[in-house]
């Protein structure tokens, strides 16, 4: 079992920049996948960003590639995701998961945090 608790979003102007946070419990962490995913409203939760178990391979969608960072310290328990040049069209609600699986199937991740709101003013 692991719980996923999600910090850090919040209001910004077009152009900024976020740090969200996603601290796990329990000592088996560091053996899963982490994706960060998002839902805009009325929209499908999607793939935004996602890293290995052992950070050594990850995972961005086009539309996030070169503005965000996906990062993660097993240590911590947490993975990080570093949102730069926010624009408006990334409003939505930031949720991590984690996952044994595929990195890129929404089906393969068994937990979910609870979700954080980021919302980009113009």
Do not use: H
């Not at 979003?9 to 000592?27: F, I, T």
């Not at 050594?56 to 590639?65: I, N, P, Q, R, W």
């Not at 991590?96 to 980009?120: F, I, M, N, P």
Request: aromatic share 12%; glycine share 12%.
């Amino acid at each position: 079992q692991v719980e996923l608790v999600e910090s850090g979003g919040g209001l910004v102007q077009a152009g900024g920049s976020l740090r969200l946070s996603c601290a796990a419990s329990g000592r088996t962490f560091s053996v899963y996948s982490m994706g960060w995913f998002r839902q805009a409203p009325g929209k499908e939760r999607e793939l935004a960003a996602a890293i290995t178990w052992s950070g050594g391979s990850t995972y961005y969608a086009d539309s996030v590639k070169g503005r965000f960072t996906i990062s993660r310290d097993n240590a911590k328990n947490t993975v990080y995701l570093q949102m730069v040049s926010l624009k408006p069209e990334d409003t939505a609600v930031y949720y991590c998961a984690a996952t044994k699986g595929s990195l890129y199937s929404r089906r393969e991740y068994d937990y979910w945090g609870q979700g954080t709101q980021v919302t980009v003013s113009s």
